[in-house]
């Protein structure tokens, strides 16, 4: 069975940092572009950050520039979402899916199967003082 499993979330204070990882079992994210999404209640999901298979030309949405940087493990096939600065605002479920593709493309952003088609169940990211 192909999954992807996220960890690595939990509570902290505004301004301080985590760090998620994304790791696969049936198949190796190496080969894939991933994508990290999340989605806080009553909202949509919307597309954090985005790392294609070479790993060069991260994607990153506005609100996390500078705050956020996606890398890839190569010794262990996983991804990684560092995540600095953390305000309230960030509160969400954070998801990684694996897309379909080797290369984040232009709407790297949209949650669609189309695209994405191995999805974790998230880890829950709580900021708050």
């Known amino acids: 069975q192909l999954q992807v499993v996220e960890s690595g979330g939990g509570v902290v204070r505004p301004g301080e940092s985590l760090r998620l990882s994304c790791a696969a079992s049936?198949?190796?994210?190496?080969?894939?572009?991933v994508g990290w999404f999340r989605q806080a209640p009553g909202k949509e999901r919307e597309g954090v950050s985005c790392i294609s298979r070479g790993g060069k030309d991260p994607k990153y949405a506005d609100s996390v520039k500078g705050r956020f940087t996606v890398s890839r493990d190569r010794a262990k096939s996983t991804v990684l979402l560092q995540m600095n600065t953390l305000q309230p605002e960030d509160t969400a479920i954070y998801y990684c899916?694996?897309?379909?593709?080797?290369?984040?493309?232009?709407?790297?952003?949209?949650?669609?199967?189309?695209?994405?088609?191995?999805w974790g169940q998230g880890t829950q990211v709580a900021v708050s003082s």
């Open positions: 899916a694996a897309s379909r593709f080797i290369s984040c493309n232009s709407d790297w952003k949209k949650a669609t199967p189309a695209i994405y088609d191995t």
């Open positions: 049936g198949f190796t994210l190496d080969n894939y572009a």
